[in-house]
């Protein structure tokens, strides 16, 4: 028998319709596709909160600080605040917003208060070197740092009526976090949110910030922050 012979023995010759391919339909069962999960952005998770310069003086004794105990611990300053350096102190307790362990907390931020409230006209020129702290701090995405960061740039915006139009160039810096929270306010219906009373509520602190930051930031305060956050509404032209 020839080659040729026994291939054509060995192919087996398929009527219309009886072979597997090219067929619209099947009843074999489809394999199972694993379900899709949606993705997460992670746009609200806490970053890690870097060790501040404040740390690193106050351990090592270079601020003149200590804590006052008694019924409410305030701050005892060693020194005049008008005395300070403001170039100098002003920015490391700036750095130390960020911590969230005491005596670091409560000396830092409420150095800071103290400082703005005495400081005057001395606050203006250290500006410049305030936008790092405060754009770390905004940046760990910790609400409970985003509060008391808010809670002082109101007090940095009142404390000189210049400084609110010296942190409009640095709107680019400082808004990104505050249109990711704008909208975290809580909605509890008609439960009592008892954080209202300690003005802890980011989204209101957020609101009341932004207008502070129009009312004190001259002409083109309002267009730079539309332009960041753009479902704010002015609270003067309105």
Not at 140 to 149: A, G, K, M, Y
Not at 158 to 174: H, K, M, N, W
Not at 195 to 205: I, M, P, T, V, Y
């Amino acid at each position: 028998m020839s080659s040729q012979s026994q291939l054509r023995e060995s192919v087996t010759t398929l009527k219309k319709g009886e072979g597997l391919g090219g067929k619209t339909v099947s009843l074999n069962k489809p394999k199972e596709k694993p379900a899709p999960q949606k993705p997460v952005a992670g746009a609200f998770n806490h970053r890690s909160i870097p060790s501040s310069e404040f740390r690193r003086f106050y351990d090592r004794g270079d601020l003149p600080i200590a804590i006052e105990h008694g019924p409410q611990n305030r701050i005892y300053w060693k020194v005049e605040i008008q005395q300070l350096d403001y170039h100098h102190y002003l920015p490391i307790f700036f750095e130390g917003i960020r911590e969230k362990q005491d005596p670091y907390r409560f000396l830092s931020v409420q150095g800071v208060f103290d400082m703005l409230e005495k400081g005057g006209a001395k606050v203006l020129p250290v500006i410049p070197q305030l936008i790092i702290p405060i754009k770390i701090a905004l940046n760990t995405r910790d609400p409970e740092i985003v509060s008391i960061t808010l809670k002082i740039l109101q007090a940095l915006v009142a404390c000189s009526d210049t400084i609110g139009e010296a942190l409009v160039p640095y709107y680019r810096q400082i808004l990104p976090v505050l249109n990711l929270f704008k909208i975290k306010n809580k909605n509890l219906g008609d439960k009592i949110d008892y954080s209202q009373r300690k003005a802890a509520n980011l989204g209101d602190l957020i609101q009341q910030t932004l207008e502070m930051f129009e009312v004190h930031g001259g002409e083109d305060a309002f267009i730079n922050i539309k332009y960041m956050i753009p479902t704010y509404e002015s609270c003067v032209l309105n």
